[in-house]
């Protein structure tokens, strides 16, 4: 019993991670978006709260979840929204700003990816999501037009 409750966790997990794997490949630059909180690094899961995987899906793949069809996804239908709600689009974000790439582009004709599409990086200054980074929060993550995270004021 113990074992194969074991065995359905692995499985279920194995599922998901393979599920947003092959979501990846279906996003410009899904391969290379950036943890803004650690620079070099790569946020793999990136409809996920969690860089390496995390169940729990941000705005970005909250959207993208609204549109796929067979776990097919149309990118032109999440391209020109801004999920997180930091002023950017997702395509901006992912480094399609005119949002005419195709998974058969590959990496044929994007810029580099600016920032991550569904969780707010601290520069940006707004956050209508809410959803920030906890190791680099965003200040405008409350929904607010104005700071949430008070900056120490030096003599
Ligand atoms: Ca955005």
């Not at 390496?52 to 549109?67: C, I, L, Q, R, W």
């Amino acid at each position: 019993m113990h074992l194969s409750a074991i065995f359905l966790f692995v499985l279920s997990c194995t599922g998901a991670i393979y599920g947003y794997s092959k979501l990846r490949r279906q996003i410009p630059n899904g391969y290379k978006v950036p943890h803004p909180c650690t620079p070099g690094t790569t946020w793999h899961a990136v409809g996920h709260m969690a860089p390496e995987y995390d169940p729990t899906k941000n705005a970005f793949g909250k959207d993208v979840h609204e549109v796929l069809e067979d776990s097919q996804l149309e990118w032109a239908k999440v391209c020109s929204q801004d999920s997180d709600g930091d002023g950017l689009t997702n395509g901006q974000e992912l480094g399609d700003p005119s949002c005419m790439w195709k998974v058969s582009d590959g990496l044929q004709g994007l810029a580099d990816p600016t920032g991550h599409p569904g969780i707010c990086e601290p520069g940006r200054k707004q956050c209508t999501s809410g959803i920030t980074f906890n190791e680099c929060p965003n200040p405008f993550a409350s929904g607010s037009s104005e700071p949430s995270i008070s900056v120490p004021q030096w003599p």
